[in-house]
C-alpha cells in the first residue's frame, strides 16, 4: 500500500503544488479582486451620491466596416477621444478605506497608487466626445461619415455612453493646386513642389496639410523670406472632386503684413561686446571698430576680446539673404564661445533704394572666464592603510584674449602599496601629474570657414601634453603625451573627437 503511494499518490500529489511562478502570480491577483470585490459591495456605495449615476464606460459599434482598410485602427482612433475614464470598483474600494485626513504620508501615498476616485457620469463629457469623434473623421477624410450617441443604465447607479458610427471610406488626394506666382517667392514655391507632403493617391488628413505649412516656413525662413509665416498658407479642400477623392488647391495671403512673401537681405551689423544699459554710449568713452563696410563693433569701456574673433563668428553678412538656420549657428556659436553670459539678437528693418533688409543688433553681455578648483581624495585599504591625493585646476576661457579654452591640472598622491617582490612588504608609492590643455575656437585647416559658418557649435584645434610620474622604491614610471586634434560637439549629448 506504501509503495503504491510513493509511485503514484505521491507523484501527482506534488505534481499538483508544482504550480508555475506565473501561474502563481496570475492566481494571487484573481484572489486579491475576488476578495476585493467581496468588500466593494457593501463598502463603496455609502460613500457614493445617490442623485448622480457613476460612468461605466463607453461602447463603440461601426456600421458599414466593411469599406474601411484598418477597422481595428478606426476604432482605436475613434476610442481615443472618448473625454472620460471610469474607475474601477476595486480601485474605489481602495481609494475610499485608504481616505485620511492627511494629504501625506504612506496611507496617502497609497491610495494614490492603487486607489482612484469615483467618476460621475457628466453629459457635457460625452458631448465633447461626440463633438472630437466628429472632427476626427472630417479632418481625416471620412467625409459623410456619421456618429450617434447613446446612453444605457448597466443598473440603478451606472450609467454606459454608446457611441454608433456610419463609417464612409477615406478620401484619397486627387490633386493639388500650388499658387502660380512670378514672384521671388512664387519661385520658391515651385521648387518645393517635388518634396511636398502632398501626393496624389495619399490619403487626406488635416495633420498633413498642417505638416506641409510648417516645411514651408521652415525653409522660407532659410532662403530669405524674414516675414512671411505658416499662417501666410491656408487650403481649400474640394470634396466634390469625385468618389471618396478630394482636391487640394493652396492659397497665399499676406494679412496685415504686405513684407510677407518679400525676401529680406542682410544689411548693417553692430555688436556691444559689453552692453550694458547703463552705458552711455554716446559718450567719449564709447568707441567704435568698423571691421567691414557692414560690421561695426561698438564699446564703452575696455573688452578682453579681441574684434576678429567676434567677426568669425556671425555669419550673416551684408549682400546675403536672411537665412534662419544660420542665424541660429550664429547664435548658438556665440554662446558656445563660454566668454558671454548672455546673447540678445535682434532685427530691425530698413527699406532702401532697391530691396528690404534687416540690420544685425547684437548685444553681448560677458562671464567670468577663469576659474580654480581643486579636489581632496583620501582612500583606505585592508589594515588600515590610508592614502591620500589631491588634484588642483585652473582654468581660463579667454587665454590670449581670443576666446582660447585653457586649463592646467596638477596633481599628487601619495599611499602604501604592496610591493612586487614581497607580497608581505609594503611599500609607499607616490604619484605625480601635470596636464594641460588648449581648444582654440577654429577650425585650422581648409575650408575652416566653410565648415564654422554651418555648424552649430564651434569646430575646435586642440592641443594638449601630458606628464605623469610613477615613484615606488622597487620601480619608477614616467610618461609623456602630446595631442593635436579637433574636437566637434554634434549635438547636446555626442561630441566627436579625432587626434
Aim: hydrophobic letters at 35%; proline letters at 3%; aromatic letters at 12%.
Amino acid at each position: 500500500m506504501n509503495k503504491e503511494l510513493s509511485q503514484y499518490g505521491q507523484s501527482s500529489f506534488f505534481e499538483v503544488l508544482a504550480v508555475k511562478p506565473r501561474t502563481a502570480t496570475v492566481l494571487a491577483y484573481v484572489c486579491l479582486a475576488l476578495l476585493g470585490f467581496c468588500f466593494t459591495g457593501c463598502s463603496v456605495q455609502q460613500h457614493l451620491s445617490d442623485k448622480t449615476p457613476l460612468y461605466d464606460g463607453s461602447t463603440l459599434r461601426v456600421s458599414n466596416s466593411e469599406v474601411l482598410q484598418n477597422e481595428k485602427e478606426f476604432e482605436r482612433e475613434l476610442t481615443a477621444q472618448v473625454q472620460q475614464q471610469e474607475a474601477g470598483q476595486i480601485a474605489m474600494w481602495w481609494w475610499f478605506k485608504l481616505a485620511g485626513p492627511k494629504e501625506k504620508g504612506v496611507k496617502h501615498w497609497l491610495q494614490k497608487k492603487l486607489g482612484k476616485p469615483p467618476v460621475y457620469y457628466k453629459p457635457a463629457k460625452a458631448n465633447l466626445s461626440l463633438l472630437l469623434m466628429r472632427d476626427y473623421l472630417k479632418d481625416n477624410g471620412y467625409f459623410g461619415a456619421e456618429v450617434r450617441h447613446d446612453t444605457s443604465y448597466s443598473d440603478a447607479s451606472h450609467i454606459q455612453d454608446s457611441f454608433i458610427v456610419a463609417a464612409v471610406p477615406r478620401a484619397t488626394i486627387d490633386t493639388v493646386v500650388w499658387p502660380v506666382d512670378s514672384s521671388a517667392f512664387g519661385y520658391f514655391l515651385d521648387q518645393q513642389k517635388l518634396t511636398s507632403f502632398l501626393k496624389k493617391g495619399d490619403f487626406y488628413a488635416i495633420s498633413t496639410l498642417d505638416a506641409e505649412r510648417a516645411r514651408l516656413d521652415q525653409l522660407s525662413a532659410r532662403e530669405g523670406f524674414f516675414e512671411f509665416s505658416k499662417n501666410n498658407i491656408f487650403y481649400i479642400v474640394d470634396s466634390t472632386e469625385g468618389p471618396n477623392r478630394v482636391g487640394i488647391y493652396m492659397r497665399l495671403s499676406a494679412g496685415a503684413d504686405s513684407l510677407a512673401f518679400n525676401r529680406f537681405g542682410i544689411g548693417n551689423t553692430y555688436v556691444y561686446p559689453n552692453y550694458s544699459r547703463l552705458a552711455n554710449y554716446g559718450g567719449e568713452e564709447t568707441d567704435s571698430i568698423k571691421l567691414d563696410t557692414d560690421l561695426r563693433i561698438i564699446r564703452h569701456s575696455t573688452v578682453s576680446l579681441h574684434p576678429e574673433v567676434l567677426e568669425r563668428r556671425i555669419g550673416l553678412r551684408s549682400g546675403e539673404v536672411y537665412n534662419q538656420k544660420i542665424y541660429e549657428n550664429t547664435l548658438n556659436q556665440l554662446l558656445d564661445l563660454g566668454v558671454f553670459k548672455y546673447v540678445n539678437y535682434e532685427f530691425q528693418k530698413r527699406q532702401t533704394d532697391s530691396t528690404t533688409v534687416v540690420d544685425q543688433y547684437i548685444y553681448l553681455t560677458q562671464g567670468r572666464s577663469k576659474e580654480i578648483s581643486y579636489n581632496l581624495e583620501a582612500t583606505t585599504r585592508t589594515g588600515a592603510l590610508l592614502g591620500l591625493g589631491a588634484t588642483g585646476t585652473y582654468s581660463d576661457k579667454n587665454l590670449f584674449n581670443g576666446a582660447e579654452d585653457f586649463s592646467v591640472s596638477l596633481s599628487a598622491a601619495a599611499g602604501p602599496q604592496t610591493s612586487i617582490a614581497d607580497a608581505t612588504e609594503t611599500i609607499i608609492a607616490r604619484e605625480f601629474g601635470l596636464s594641460t590643455e588648449l581648444a582654440l575656437p577654429r577650425f585650422v585647416g581648409p575650408f575652416s570657414k566653410y565648415i564654422e559658418r554651418t555648424a552649430f557649435y564651434i569646430p575646435r584645434t586642440v592641443i594638449s601634453a601630458r606628464y605623469q610620474l610613477l615613484d615606488r622604491s622597487d620601480f619608477g614610471l614616467q610618461t609623456i603625451s602630446l595631442k593635436l586634434g579637433y574636437r566637434y560637439r554634434a549635438n547636446r549629448f555626442v561630441t566627436h573627437e579625432l587626434y
